[in-house]
């Protein structure tokens, strides 16, 4: 048996207070070799990021917040420390 609402009761999804998926990842910039990120900005070629997401970069990334999975793998590699 499924549970039932209360006479006069309604489910209501309240868009405005969701948690933005932090993995949105159009909405972030990502890290990516500089010499394939030029050559994708020119030549209209599509790039992995350190996170796996590949597109044809266009945007300025300094309008967008750092992907956290590219920042952490970022770090975590030896020859940045």
């Known amino acids: 048996m499924s549970p039932s609402l209360a006479p006069g009761s309604q489910t209501v999804l309240d868009r405005d207070t969701r948690v933005e998926d932090v993995h949105d990842h159009e909405r972030l910039s990502h890290y990516v070799d500089r010499e ?3 050559e994708a900005m020119v030549m209209g070629t599509p790039v ?3 996170c796996g997401k590949i597109w044809v970069p266009s945007r300025n990334p300094e309008k967008y917040p750092v992907c956290p999975e590219c920042k952490e793998i ?3 590699m030896p020859e940045n420390h």
């Open 36 to 38: 394939k990120l030029t």
């Open 48 to 50: 992995v990021a350190l």
């Open 74 to 76: 970022w770090e975590s």
